[in-house]
């Protein structure tokens, strides 16, 4: 007898329907499977045999053929166990199969029955929905994030009996359901680091509101204990906050990757990735023989923190160059091409020196020579892709014992939230939502300079020995100053400002 049952396979970050045949003929003995399947199914015999064994079933004693299509899409993971399971049964009339091509059917099987979770559920309940199936069968640790999807039932099991008996009894599977909009509202401000918190360093404080306001990657420049990841940590918290699409986006593809908890349903906060300096460059940028996505992806719409940047590999560094303008990553390989968004906001951190100190600091033990191997570990490339650096001093001790608290997140978000809204207004008939995102021809028509402000920058070029690059980033820097103010034009303090923000730039550096 044939039975088609329908799984899903996950492709960047979008699902794809798979049909899963199954034929149980009585001409003969075996278990065949074929259609691109990696080792995991392959081993997914064993896994089935086990786990129906030990719920009153069994693989019948006759030739079985599976087939999964499209038979040129390659298919990965031990997530099509249940799939296979009920297709085996179904085809050799041991459940009943009247309704079962209704629904995508997911999990990964333990030896005895219990279901496991599995990846990239949400984009398998978008496509289920968009494809017209009634519903989607899937692990109860899965079901919270697959729910957030409406129009589509989703239902919740914690053994392959508790399936069994949905399709041959009618017992009722538990379905699950959330009112995303909710949940959504209830934890969209939800920050574990508030800036209020902070002591002192009032010029870094505002160079983070600059940065958040515009969307500017930043690097922060101190001794150790000046407080850097802690200004970086607390950087989400004065962002806008995730609007419901940026969400979903999000969430998507912390799906893919596995990372999101049995207990939560959607990204409500925007992500703070924080990668050790051992990571690999396809770590950081996602790859692999089946590409998944990498941390700067998974700090999509949201920050990633690399501390102590020059202890980084180069060539970690170095990938970042394409991913930082174009804000996504291209993985290609021989058979196919994966796409990742990957617009992120960076946040980066590093000691002045290696001793840890300033070049003026009279603690500072480095010479001339190990300054500039220090500092020629970070590229002008990638520096020039850097809008704003910015010099961390040491806090001093009546800052630090100080008892009046800083200003709290929430108030520098509101000035935040009403440049943000400038910007939007400005690019609303352009694919653009703030000002780091800005190209050549819209810095010419919104960074406009009056004569003041023309001769500030061009003394600054000339002094500095700025690139072109590092131009344009001024201007953007000091067209969000200028936002912040509620200011139409960019005047001659705005700039000023924005040139402060080039500290690597100086020759101050180089000595």
């Not at 191997?373 to 892709?385: A, E, Q, T, V």
Request: aromatic share 6%; hydrophobic share 40%; with cysteine.
């Amino acid at each position: 007898m044939l039975i088609k049952i329908y799984g899903s396979a996950i492709h960047g970050v979008a699902a794809q329907t798979i049909t899963i045949e199954v034929n149980v003929d009585t001409g003969g003995i075996g278990y065949h499977l074929v259609g691109l399947a990696d080792n995991a199914i392959k081993e997914s015999s064993y896994r089935i045999s086990a786990a129906l064994k030990n719920v009153g079933y069994k693989i019948p004693g006759k030739k079985i053929t599976i087939n999964m299509a499209p038979a040129d899409l390659r298919k990965e993971g031990a997530a099509y166990d249940l799939s296979i399971a009920i297709g085996i049964l179904a085809a050799s009339d041991q459940i009943l199969a009247e309704n079962i091509q209704n629904y995508i059917i997911m999990g990964e099987l333990s030896l005895d029955g219990t279901l496991q979770p599995v990846r990239g559920v949400l984009l398998i309940a978008i496509q289920a929905r968009e494809e017209g199936f009634k519903g989607i069968i899937l692990p109860k640790q899965n079901t919270r994030e697959a729910a957030i999807v409406n129009n589509i039932d989703v239902f919740a099991a914690e053994n392959i009996k508790e399936v069994i008996d949905f399709f041959n009894e009618g017992k009722p599977l538990q379905k699950v359901e959330i009112d995303t909009r909710k949940e959504f509202q209830e934890k969209v401000n939800d920050f574990p680091f508030d800036f209020s918190e902070v002591k002192g360093q009032e010029t870094a404080k505002r160079a983070m509101e600059v940065a958040a306001a515009g969307g500017h990657n930043i690097i922060l420049i101190g001794p150790p204990g000046s407080g850097k990841t802690m200004l970086a940590k607390r950087v989400p918290s004065i962002l806008p906050p995730l609007s419901l699409k940026e969400a979903l986006e999000t969430t998507k593809i912390h799906s893919v990757a596995g990372k999101m908890g049995t207990e939560t349903s959607l990204m409500t906060v925007r992500p703070f990735r924080s990668p050790h300096h051992t990571i690999s460059d396809v770590a950081l940028v996602g790859g692999g023989s089946y590409p998944q996505p990498g941390e700067i992806s998974l700090a999509h719409n949201g920050v990633l923190f690399l501390d102590e940047m020059p202890e980084f590999k180069r060539t970690v560094l170095e990938v970042m160059r394409q991913p930082l303008e174009d804000r996504e990553v291209t993985i290609s390989r021989a058979r196919f091409t994966v796409n990742y968004p990957a617009s992120f906001m960076l946040v980066a951190s590093m000691n002045p020196s290696p001793s840890g100190f300033f070049p003026d600091d009279p603690n500072n033990t480095s010479t001339s020579y190990e300054m500039q191997r220090y500092m020629s570990k970070l590229s002008g490339p990638l520096l020039d892709r850097i809008d704003i650096h910015i010099e961390v001093q040491k806090v001093e001790f009546e800052q630090l014992t100080e008892r009046r608290k800083g200003e709290k997140s929430e108030d520098i978000r509101k000035r935040v939230l009403i440049a943000r809204e400038i910007q939007r207004e400005r690019y609303r008939d352009l694919k653009i939502s703030y000002n780091a995102q800005i190209g050549p021809k819209e810095i010419e028509k919104y960074c406009n300079l009056d004569a003041t402000s023309f001769s500030l920058i061009k003394m600054a070029m000339e002094k500095l020995n700025l690139s072109a690059r590092a131009y344009d980033r001024i201007l953007k820097v000091a067209r969000t100053i200028a936002d912040l103010e509620e200011s139409e034009n960019i005047l001659s303090n705005h700039v000023s400002e924005a040139i402060q923000y080039r500290s690597l730039d100086r020759e101050f550096w180089n000595a």
